[in-house]
């Protein structure tokens, strides 16, 4: 069993950046890829970033990057994503997940924070 919370969130104005953190409990947190998702409003959850168990492999959305860093501390049982040069379409609530594997499928990760909002104004 993995449990997760998200923090680091807020309201940044176009150019800035953010770093979201997310804090893993749980015993086998090292063994799970982790990921970050993101949901706009009316919008489907979409992917943003992922990093696999070992942190040597990492994967982005075309849409951000270049621009965000997935990361992890796993004595401390910690996921990072560094946001740079945000824009207006970053807003969202961001999503911590933790999966068997580092994919971009939300469907395949087994456990998800509660989300911290991310908001972007122009």
């Known amino acids: 069993q993995v449990q997760l919370v998200e923090s680091g969130g807020g309201l940044v104005q176009a150019g800035g950046s953010l770093r979201l953190s997310c804090a893993a409990s749980?015993?086998?947190?090292?063994?799970?890829?982790m990921a970050w998702f993101r949901q706009a409003p009316g919008k489907e959850r979409e992917f943003v970033a992922a990093?696999?168990?070992?942190?040597?492999?990492?994967y982005y959305a075309d849409s951000v990057k270049g621009r965000f860093t997935i990361s992890r501390a796993k004595f401390k049982q910690m996921v990072y994503l560094q946001m740079n040069s945000l824009k207006p379409e970053d807003t969202a609530v961001y999503y911590c997940?933790?999966?068997?594997?580092?994919?971009?499928?939300?469907?395949?990760?087994?456990?998800w924070g509660q989300g911290t909002q991310v908001t972007v104004s122009s």
């Open positions: 990093i696999s168990w070992s942190g040597g492999s990492t």
């Open positions: 749980g015993r086998t947190f090292r063994n799970y890829a």
């Open positions: 997940a933790a999966g068997s594997q580092a994919t971009m499928t939300d469907w395949q990760y087994d456990y």
